[in-house]
């Protein structure tokens, strides 16, 4: 785990960073990962601290987290299509260069989680940055969240 302003740098870092996970808990590293920016390593972080979410995958621009995977070849994809029957998860854009993150997809098989996704992942971010919601919906859902967090913007 990284703290502060520190970034990790290199493929061994990012290993060591994935081996300090809670038991049950798995981190997919894509190969195009060079680094792990210190929000992303935040919001990584709060997504696996909830007891449902198990898979992460970290692409360079893309999060997704979930409580179960789909395997697409060699690719174990954490699944997060709304409306899935099981699956507790999102699917985030991340783009640290324009402060933003973008929630892409987020599905909550279970009543609570959807609000415990939106809140590691608006914990994780600084007051300058802004979360996207492209798409709604959600019927309500993110009415509700717009409310509770005034750095959410729905387009």
């Known amino acids: 785990m990284i703290t502060g302003e520190d970034v990790l740098l290199n493929n061994k870092a990012v290993e060591a960073w994935k081996t300090s996970l809670p038991k049950g808990k798995h981190v997919f590293v894509s190969a195009g990962v060079k680094n792990i920016h210190p929000i992303l390593d935040r919001i990584v972080n709060r997504l696996i601290e909830i007891d449902r979410i198990q898979y992460v995958r970290i692409s360079p621009s893309d999060i997704q ?3 179960d995977i789909a395997v697409n070849g060699r690719a174990k994809i954490p699944i997060s299509r709304p409306s899935h029957p099981t699956a507790i998860g ?31 992942v608006m914990t994780s971010i600084p007051d300058d940055w802004k979360a996207l919601v492209i798409l709604d919906y959600s019927d309500g859902f993110w009415d509700i969240m717009l409310q509770r967090y005034d750095k959410i913007i729905i387009l």
């Open 65 to 67: 987290a979930s409580s």
């Open 90 to 120: 999102v699917h985030l854009i991340f783009e640290p260069a324009d402060k933003t993150v973008q929630f892409y997809e987020i599905n909550s098989a279970e009543k609570g989680y959807g609000e415990k996704i939106v809140n590691a």
